[in-house]
């Protein structure tokens, strides 16, 4: 069974600054990896998803990712008090129509 | 913006009681998923479906079922409700390697 693991565990900085975020997967045959994001009450929501080994960009959002370390990274730019959620890394498993999990990052952005 | 609704949001339930929690999209996914989310474990998956009449097993199936009567609409039951499935419950429809869409979640409390 897949096994995601995030860190930090949480994460508080002031408005502007670069927020880097971690999540560390089990299998190295996953498929795609996702970011989700989640505020208080709401369900989550897909913020960016990544396959390939590298990077992709998307507005403030920059994710990373190395399969031979079975590691994948989040960076959010010019953070902004809207941004303060959980963070949730989740990892599709290969053959199956399904996401694993982390158990997420709490980030609060003090203004 | 795919819909995903559902139903109740907030259940008071009694030990041994039957609950069932509902769920509907509009957005034609062949997929649906149950979830639940808790403090220290974070989303964990217990039934998804991969379209009207089929039903598959989680990581937590244990004491919950699952239906799924229609492309639109999935249900969770707990039969033989405990304390222990005191938790916030997620919906989410979606296709393969793409996003998934959640609802707003069902708090259920078991007294």
């Known amino acids: 069974q897949e096994k995601v693991q995030q860190s930090p565990e949480s994460l508080i900085v002031p408005e502007g600054a670069m927020v880097s975020l971690n999540c560390s997967f089990s299998d190295s045959a996953s498929q795609s990896i996702w970011w989700y994001q989640q505020h208080p009450g709401k369900g989550p929501k897909a913020l960016i998803s990544i396959f390939s080994n590298g990077n992709k960009k998307e507005g403030r959002l920059t994710v990373y990712l190395n399969r031979a370390s079975l590691h994948v990274s989040l960076h959010i730019k010019d953070s902004q008090p809207s941004d303060s959620a959980v963070y949730l890394c989740a990892v599709e498993t290969e053959g199956a129509d399904r996401l694993t999990f982390g158990k997420g990052t709490q980030l609060i952005i003090q203004p | 913006e795919a819909a995903v609704t559902q139903s109740p949001r907030n259940k008071v339930a009694v030990t041994g009681g039957k609950v069932t929690l509902s769920c509907n999209q509009t957005?034609?996914?062949?997929?649906m998923y149950w979830y639940r989310q808790d403090t220290g474990h974070g989303l964990r998956l217990i039934h998804y479906?991969?379209?009207?009449?089929?039903?598959e097993k989680g990581d937590i199936p244990d004491g919950y079922k699952a239906s799924r009567p229609s492309q639109e609409n999935f249900s969770l039951i707990l039969e033989l409700a405990t304390p222990s499935q005191t938790s916030v419950y997620f919906c989410?429809?979606?296709?393969?390697?793409?996003?998934?869409?959640f609802g707003h979640g069902t708090k259920l409390s078991v007294l």
């Open positions: 479906s991969y379209g009207a009449g089929s039903t």
């Open positions: 989410a429809s979606g296709e393969p390697n793409e996003r998934l869409f």
């Open positions: 957005n034609n996914h062949n997929n």
